[in-house]
Nanobody
Framework: QVQLVESGGGLVQPGGSLRLSCAASGNIFTINDMGWHRQAPGKERELVAA?????STNYADSVKGRFTISRDKNTVYLEMNSLKPEDTAVYYC??????????????WGQGTQVTVSS
């Protein structure tokens, strides 16, 4: 069994900052890529940022220079600065996890709401 727990969402004014966390626990042998996706009302889920096991990062054009993804052991973080109303969405973490004796599989967090509004 693997569990992912997200935290850090909330309401923030435009220009503000938030830090999201996603911690994985359970029967984990290794974690490969980690990422954050978001889904706004009426829109498809989109990739926001990703980080490989080697530390290489990739960002959506809309968040480059404002968001920073990082990882530490079984946790992935998303530091969000200079937030805009268009960043409002439910944010989901996604981790590629191999359990002991198992295959590499994708796991999703439960989602955390980020609302940017004055």
């Amino acid at each position: 069994q693997v569990q992912l727990v997200e935290s850090g969402g909330g309401l923030v004014q435009p220009g503000g900052s938030l830090r999201l966390s996603c911690a994985a626990s359970g029967n984990i042998f290794t974690i490969n890529d980690m990422g954050w996706h978001r889904q706004a009302p009426g829109k498809e889920r989109e990739l926001v940022a990703a980080i490989t096991s080697g530390g290489s990062t990739n960002y959506a054009d809309s968040v480059k220079g404002r968001f920073t993804i990082s990882r530490d052991k079984n946790t992935v973080y998303l530091e969000m600065n200079s937030l805009k109303p268009e960043d409002t969405a439910v944010y989901y973490c996604n981790l590629e996890i191999r359990q002991w004796g198992g295959r590499l599989l994708p796991y999703w967090g439960q989602g955390t709401q980020v609302t940017v509004s004055s």
